[in-house]
Nanobody, 123 residues
Framework: VQLQASGGGLVQPGGSLRLSCVVSGSSLDSHSFGWFRQVPGKEREWVSVLASSDGSTLYRPSVKGRFTVSKNSADNTVYLQMSGLKPEDTAVYYC?????????????????WGRGTLVTVSS
């Protein structure tokens, strides 16, 4: 299974970005997916989790109401729509895949990882 994340960039506070994670080598229904982020010098933290089996979602409290995770089975892609971005959202964002019924926020439960995409929120 390979994951390819993209969509990061520089955005002003209050702006929006949509991150994409293209999944190859497996169908979306075979995994749960997580979005994580990491700032240099800090631990990787979970942002959102999507259970492909039933569409259940989890959001980190600091992003709830601003971020939305979704999937498109037609193009085998998981998305993270981010709006109302804040400077503290600046990080490298990663997508990851885990077992299909697992709603894990601990990155150690995720077997497959994509390369990160940098999101910078600054004026």
């Amino acid at each position: 299974v390979q994951l390819q994340a993209s969509g990061g960039g520089l955005v002003q506070p209050g702006g929006s970005l949509r991150l994409s994670c293209v999944v190859s080598g497996s169908s979306l229904d075979s995994h749960s997916f997580g979005w994580f982020r990491q700032v240099p010098g800090k631990e990787r933290e979970w942002v959102s989790v999507l259970a492909s089996s039933d569409g259940s979602t989890l959001y980190r409290p600091s992003v709830k109401g601003r971020f939305t995770v979704s999937k498109n089975s037609a193009d085998n892609t998981v998305y993270l729509q981010m709006s109302g971005l804040k400077p503290e959202d600046t990080a490298v964002y990663y997508c990851a895949a885990a077992l299909p019924l697992l709603m894990a926020t601990n990155p150690s439960y995720y077997e497959y990882w994509g390369r990160g995409t940098l999101v910078t929120v600054s004026s």
